[in-house]
């Protein structure tokens, strides 16, 4: 983990795990004392982990938590009491919101950390896939359309459309999307 906001409005518990998460573990660590203040630090940053300690204001329904969930590609932490855990971990696990009951153990703490390292990490690989997934989409696509436009207007068959296609990207040493939207461009305006 790079970059952490700690969100937490209990002085005691903020000292402790800034303690902790700075000296123990060599985090670099921003602090909120509230919902307002804690959203105000993640318009202006990206954060690698949101460990939030409830309760945060009057209001201890946790969605804070689920908002950072859901806004960000952070991991997520929430640190809750027995009785909140209780009627809340199921609805926060939901969202992939780690749930560590209050006290919190060090070993705990290290142990849902590192957790949401890697799933973090495994999200952001799962994204590039998909990324990439979509960039071929697209690509086909537009090869697609570049065959009909040849069909259509230079009365070639499929085959030999992207039979055409394939040459010219070897012959001008340029990826079939880039030939594609050439003959579009050629063609279609």
Known sequence: MEKILLVTRNTKSKDALLDYLVNDLNQTVETADSVESGKQKLSESTFDLIIVNYPLDSNTDASFSIYCAQSTSAGVIALLKSREIDALSERLEKHGIIVINKP??????????????????????????????????????????????????????????????????????????KIAEKILKMYEH
Do not use: C, P
């Not at 896939?129 to 259509?152: F, G, H, T, Y």
């Open 104 to 177: 919190v153990l060090k070993v705990v703490l290290n142990q849902a950390i590192k957790f949401a390292e890697l799933s973090k990490n495994r999200v952001m690989t799962l994204n590039e896939e998909n990324l990439k997934l979509q960039d071929k989409i697209v690509q086909m696509k537009l090869v697609n359309r570049a065959k009909w436009v040849l069909i259509q207007y230079l009365n070639m068959t499929e085959g030999q459309a992207h039979k055409y296609i394939e040459q010219q990207a070897m012959e001008r040493r340029m990826s079939k999307k």
